[in-house]
């Protein structure tokens, strides 16, 4: 018993067209979405690096205002660098402080901190109010604070 081949000459070849252009565009879709992934680590790296430079400008300042309400002067400390191992993430941070008031209490003090590496910023703002009349430890308490990512 003889079969008799039912396809057609023209259809020869035409399964292996259609395998080389569904691998082409499943290709495009995969490397679509790679491309889509390596965008969003990229930018989970920058908001890492920014949440972490705005923590240790946070620290930064706090460890001024522990300093401000245990000194025995009740005065600015210097500006000064904060110790890398004071602050999370061992970013290195610069505080200063400047009295904004005349008057001796509450004495009225603005801090400002900023990473000091060359990275990503974090940049914090406080103005703290210092009961100077009191003894150590005195009342501190935040009057403003303001803080960005840099």
Request: net charge negative; charged share 15%.
């Amino acid at each position: 018993m003889m079969q008799h081949d039912t396809r057609h000459p023209r259809d020869r070849g035409s399964v292996l067209i259609l395998a080389l252009v569904l691998t082409t565009v499943l290709s495009l879709i995969v490397i679509g979405l790679a491309r889509y992934t390596m965008t969003g680590l990229a930018t989970s790296d920058v908001s890492t690096d920014r949440t972490e430079r705005t923590a240790a400008a946070t620290a930064g300042v706090y460890f001024v205002i522990e300093q401000l309400s245990v000194s025995a002067t009740a005065g600015c400390p210097a500006n000064q660098v904060v110790a890398a191992t004071v602050v999370p993430g061992e970013v290195p941070v610069a505080v200063t402080c400047t009295k904004i008031t005349t008057t001796e209490s509450p004495a009225v003090y603005e801090l400002s901190a900023r990473t000091t590496d060359d990275h990503v910023a974090g940049t914090i703002t406080a103005q703290v109010q210092v009961r100077t009349e009191m003894s150590a430890p005195r009342s501190v308490r935040v009057i403003e604070w303001t803080g960005n990512g840099g």
